[in-house]
């Protein structure tokens, strides 16, 4: 059986920032194409990721490389953010304690069936109604 696996903005960030190989390395294996699971993003996540690469990183990206790389990842499965999902998000971020940004990503990868988010915003190993979160940067346990 696959699983839906949703990946925060943070994991594809580190996927392509040089600054710090062996988090680079961490990505590239957390997001790494595989036959047991389906990797599932957010119109979130695309424009945060345009945003952070472009204009965040030590050495950003040109605009025509992260333009290709959103094109890439727009492949993935994508939750669309609506005025539904945001009020939802809402709650969840008043619930939970956290960033409407966190609580948007969050109710996203619930919408989409994920059971598992790959992020470095959020604490390893903590549930969020029906998502847990997994830091793939953390020592392992």
């Keep these: 059986m696959t699983e839906a696996i949703f990946v925060d903005t943070n994991v594809w960030v580190y996927a392509v920032d ?10 590239l294996e957390a997001t790494a194409p595989a036959p047991d699971r389906d990797l599932v ?5 695309l424009t945060e ?12 990206l040109s605009v025509e490389d992260a333009d290709a790389m959103v094109r890439q990842l727009a492949v993935l499965p994508v939750v669309a953010i609506d005025a539904s999902l945001v009020v939802s998000a809402i709650a969840g971020s008043r619930e939970w ?10 109710r996203a990868a619930d919408v989409a069936g994920c059971r598992r988010v790959l992020s470095e915003d959020l604490a390893d190993g903590a549930t969020y109604g029906s998502v847990v979160v997994e830091n793939p940067f953390a020592d392992p346990r």
């Design 18 to 27: 040089a600054a710090d190989p062996a988090k680079r390395e961490r990505a």
């Design 41 to 45: 993003i957010s119109t979130q996540v």
């Design 49 to 60: 990721f345009y945003a952070v690469v472009t204009r965040k990183l030590a050495v950003p």
């Design 97 to 106: 304690q956290i960033s409407i940004w966190d609580a948007l990503i969050l």
